[in-house]
């Protein structure tokens, strides 16, 4: 089972509305821990540490077989 790590950042807006970021795809978590560092006092990251995530994921597995609804800021 290969893995992979992915490091995003999500800064969330008082609206609901979402802004992702995926900063990179890495081979080990200390590799995307450490782009987390290098990039964590760049502007805008430095202000919102907090939205940083690290996550593995496995290699040719579907990680969502379920479908999806979509709702806009606003809607009941």
Same mark, same amino acid.
Do not use: C, N, Y
């Given at each position: 089972?290969?893995?992979v790590w992915l490091l995003h950042h999500v800064h969330a807006f008082e609206d609901g509305h979402e802004d992702v970021k995926l900063i990179?795809?890495?081979?080990?978590?200390?590799?995307?821990?450490a782009a987390r560092l290098r990039?964590?006092?760049?502007? @805008?990251?430095?202000?919102?540490?907090? @939205?940083f995530s690290i996550n593995e994921n496995v290699l040719g !597995?579907?990680?969502?077989?379920? @479908?999806?609804?979509? !709702?806009?800021? @606003?809607?009941?």
């Open positions: 089972m290969k893995s990179g795809v890495f081979a080990t978590r200390d590799e995307a821990e990039v964590a006092d760049q502007p @805008g990251f430095r202000d919102l540490l907090v @939205g !597995h579907i990680a969502w077989l379920e @479908g999806f609804v979509t !709702h806009q800021p @606003g809607e009941g």
